[in-house]
Structure formats: C-alpha cells, structure tokens
C-alpha cells in the first residue's frame, strides 16, 4: 500500500520525524508499505454471516509474518477473523542492526528509535 511519511532519509531506519516552524509534522513523500491479510475459508466461502478484521500487532522486534503462524490463523479460522498485519516500523526485526547500534555505539541516535516507531503506528 502507498502511506505518507513525515520522516528523513525514506523513513528508513535512523529517521527522525520532520517538524515545521509550529512542530507540526511535515509531509516529506509516499512510501510503499507491505501487508498481510489472511482471510479464513470459511469467510471466502460464506460460511460464516460476518467476518469482522483483526489488525495484528506483532511482538517486540517481530514482523508481519506472525500473522501466518498458528494462534493467530487458528483464532481466525475458528472465530472467522480476516487479519491485517503490517511491519511496525521501529520496533520490527528490520530495525534491529539500528537499535543494537544506537544502544552500543551511538547513544544519540536512540531519539531515531521512538521517531520511527510514530510512522510504524
């Protein structure tokens, strides 16, 4: 999916949200963004009257691909969830060599950390 950022550096990891003169978050470009969704059979084939979206929240330095895994699909295919999930830039596994860095050899890029985080929520 295409989502604004308000970051430097492509909101990559290391970014820092961009303020304006009022503090004001800045639009600094579009980001292409990749998702999950899983939808249960017994949505795709009517079984259930309603199948209401879960939006999954990974673990701390996860990803995505959670959603794939057994509690997940099992509470989805039991229930008739279909389940978003997204990377939660910041705090996914592709921000670790950043944190690690920031946390062992460069304190003053810890406030990247928090920044990044914002854009993933």
């Given at each position: 999916m295409t989502i604004p950022h308000y970051h430097t550096n492509g909101c990559r990891p290391g970014c820092q949200i961009v303020l304006?003169?009022?503090?004001?978050?800045?639009?600094?470009?579009?980001?292409?963004?990749?998702?999950?969704?899983?939808?249960?059979?017994?949505?795709?084939?009517?079984?259930?009257?309603?199948?209401p979206i879960l939006i999954y929240g990974h673990g701390l330095l996860g990803g995505r691909g959670e959603a794939d895994g057994g509690v997940p699909t099992?509470?989805?295919?039991?229930?008739?969830?279909?389940?978003?999930?997204?990377?939660m830039w910041g705090m996914c596994s592709f921000d670790v060599p950043h944190i690690g860095q920031a946390l062992l050899s460069d304190l003053s890029e810890v406030i990247s950390i928090p920044d990044r985080s914002v854009q993933g929520l």
């Open positions: 304006d003169e009022q503090e004001n978050p800045e639009f600094q470009g579009w980001r292409q963004a990749e998702f999950t969704v899983n939808i249960p059979v017994n949505c795709a084939n009517g079984n259930h009257s309603a199948c099992g509470f989805a295919n039991t229930y008739g969830y279909i389940i978003i999930a997204v990377d």
